[in-house]
C-alpha cells in the first residue's frame, strides 16, 4: 500500500490528473437528441404516434395517465 498524499497542492495535482481522460475512454454522445413526442396523449393516437416514430413514449404516456388496461 501506498503512503498518502499530505501536501494539499499534490493531492489537487493528483485530482487533476486523475480526471483527465485517458484515450482509451471514449466520449458517449446520443446519436439523436431526444424530441418529445408531438402526438397528444389521448386515446385514439395510437396511429399517429407510430407515423411519427414515438409509440414507445406514447405507450408509456398512455400508461401513466390511463393506468396499465388503458
Known amino acids: 500500500m501506498s503512503e498518502p498524499i499530505r501536501d494539499p497542492e499534490a493531492v489537487a495535482k493528483h485530482r487533476a490528473d486523475e480526471a483527465k481522460p485517458t484515450g482509451d475512454e471514449v466520449e ?3 446519436a439523436t437528441a431526444a424530441r418529445p413526442c408531438p402526438v397528444p396523449v389521448r386515446p385514439g393516437y395510437g396511429q399517429a404516434a407510430f407515423k411519427a416514430g414515438c409509440e414507445d413514449e ?3 404516456r398512455m400508461r401513466a ?5 388503458w
Do not use: A, H, L, W
Request: hydrophobic share 10%; glycine share 10%.
Open 28 to 30: 458517449q454522445t446520443p
Open 58 to 60: 406514447y405507450i408509456d
Open 65 to 69: 395517465r390511463y393506468g396499465d388496461e
